[in-house]
T-cell receptor, first 115, second 113 residues
């Protein structure tokens, strides 16, 4: 299995809703990442997990809450989002944070719309 | 401040010819550079990487060149194929203990049959 699987593919949520994005990989990778991509912009790093511990938080607002229950799973819990949070949310994994010769493997993303 | 720059928003080439995608960076602490391809509604797909201690890496039709003194790298695709039409992102990895990838804005490559 050489894929990163993200669910759901599309999500529409109201500003008072609570929802979660899920990411799963079975490549034995020990680093996992959340990126946010707005239209016609590059992906921007949000969080890095290394060996199931949060190692980087790029000053992301607390309405985004990451969770890494085990080495294969990464969640992003969403609460009280704003319309400007609408974007493509990408999950990625790599062997570990130090080894990027083979790059990060990205999922197809969750297209989030906040109404 | 944009640390990774792809100054050409788009590039159009004929099938079978060479595609050259360029990327400039400003941060001397970047220790790894990567190229990704992205189709609409999909996540980025890794193509090739190069360490800052190398000046060339080759994988099939893809070759990446790094000029550290000029803080410039380029991706060569030879021969170009219509299926290569996509947005190409250059990315750079910060070294030290704060590993993170910084992406450029991307270049839309169109390969015409």
């Amino acid at each position: 299995d050489t894929e990163v699987t993200q669910t759901p593919k599309h999500l529409v949520m109201g500003m008072t809703n609570k929802k979660s994005l899920k990411c799963e990989q079975h490549m034995g990778h020990r680093a996992m990442y959340w990126y946010k991509q707005k239209a016609k912009k590059p992906p921007e790093l949000m969080f890095v997990y290394s060996y199931e511990k949060l190692s980087i938080n790029e000053s992301v607002p607390s309405r985004f809450s990451p969770e890494c229950p085990n080495s294969s799973l990464l969640n992003l819990h969403l609460h009280a989002l704003q319309p400007e949070d609408s974007a493509l949310y990408l999950c990625a994994s790599s062997q570990d944070t130090g080894n990027v010769y083979y790059g990060y493997t990205f999922g197809s993303g969750t297209r989030l719309t906040v109404v | 401040d944009q640390q990774v720059k792809q100054n050409s928003p788009s590039l159009s080439v004929q099938e079978g010819r060479i595609s050259i995608l360029n990327c400039d960076y400003t941060n001397s602490m970047f220790d790894y550079f990567l190229w990704y391809k992205k189709y609409p509604a999909e996540g980025p797909t890794f193509l090739i990487s190069i360490s800052s201690i190398k000046d060339k890496n080759e994988d099939g039709r893809f070759t990446v060149f790094l000029n550290k003194s000029a803080k410039h790298l380029s991706l060569h695709i030879v021969p170009s194929q219509p299926g290569d039409s996509a947005v190409y992102f250059c990315a750079a990895r910060s070294g030290g203990s704060n590993y993170k990838l910084t992406f450029g804005k991307g270049t839309l490559l169109t390969v015409n049959p």
